[in-house]
């Protein structure tokens, strides 16, 4: 059993920072492309960060300059770290991978609430 298991999740203030980590958990020997998107109430779900077993990077406009994505391939683990938080940047977050063991799927994390207020 494969699946992607989430955690740094909680509340923060505006102006905080957060740091989001998702692991490949089972037996697990190659994770392509992985990413962080979140998703608000009432909104569909967008992509945050991307990044590429060779550590390329994409970011959407609303939290490049803020947010870092970082991966460890030796612990197939992606994070995801959040600077100068703003209250738009509640949602559930979703880790997601585009192949595991060379398995090509969409899988996702059970997703973890990020919430932004004073």
């Known amino acids: 059993q494969v699946q992607l298991v989430e955690s740094g999740g909680g509340l923060v203030q505006p102006g905080g920072s957060l740091r989001l980590s998702c692991a490949a958990s089972g037996s697990i020997f190659s994770v392509n492309t992985m990413g962080w998107y979140r998703q608000a109430p009432g909104k569909q779900r967008e992509l945050v960060a991307r990044i590429t077993k060779g550590g390329n990077t994409n970011y959407s406009d609303s939290v490049k300059g803020r947010f870092t994505i970082s991966r460890d391939n030796a612990k197939y683990t992606v994070y995801l770290q959040m600077n100068g938080l703003k209250p738009e940047d509640t949602a559930v977050y979703y880790c997601?991978?585009?192949?595991?063991?060379?398995?090509?799927?969409?899988?996702w994390g059970q997703g973890t609430q990020v919430t932004v207020s004073s």
């Open positions: 997601n991978a585009d192949s595991i063991n060379f398995r090509i799927g969409n899988y």
